[in-house]
């Protein structure tokens, strides 16, 4: 247990680093196994984030990838980070089983899958929380 300069301990402290560093293994082991998208500009002018499920009539993008987790980054029209979300790929399946696809992409040869960014918090989460409740982890 960790202590202060006056000999108290930080139990709280000590809870709160095994937690954290639990996690950040995870993100560790999981960058290993991450496919990671970037998308710039169109989803200013959209809202929406795009999840490739096939190209040319083959699987790729989330119905090809074998990682644990997906990185989506978000960079605007300047090139700039704006921000990124690192979801579960298991859950971001099933939340994209569910969804309608349009055609896009170059030559226009790739099946999509939008997702409105400000859904995207609430649909993994209700994803998940639903594949819980089934058993599904």
């Known amino acids: 247990m960790a202590a202060n300069n006056r000999g108290k301990s930080f139990k709280k402290f000590d809870l709160d680093l ?13 960058l290993n196994t991450a496919e990671v998208k970037t998308e710039n500009g169109t989803w200013e002018k ?4 795009v999840i490739e499920c096939s190209s040319y ?4 993008g989330i119905d090809a990838t ?16 704006v921000m990124g979300f690192i979801l579960p790929t298991p859950t971001l399946k099933e939340v994209c089983a569910h ?9 226009g040869a790739s099946e999509l899958i939008k997702i409105a960014i400000e ?7 209700n994803k998940h929380m639903e594949m819980r409740n089934e058993g599904i982890d």
């Open 18 to 30: 095994e937690l954290g560093e639990k996690w950040e293994d995870f993100v560790d082991a999981g």
């Open 46 to 49: 959209y809202g929406n984030i």
């Open 57 to 60: 009539g083959k699987p790729s």
């Open 66 to 81: 074998e990682s644990d987790l997906w990185i989506h980054n978000l960079v605007d029209s300047n090139g700039k980070y």
């Open 99 to 107: 969804k309608d696809t349009v055609m896009g992409g170059d030559h």
């Open 119 to 125: 859904n995207i918090p609430y649909a993994i989460i």
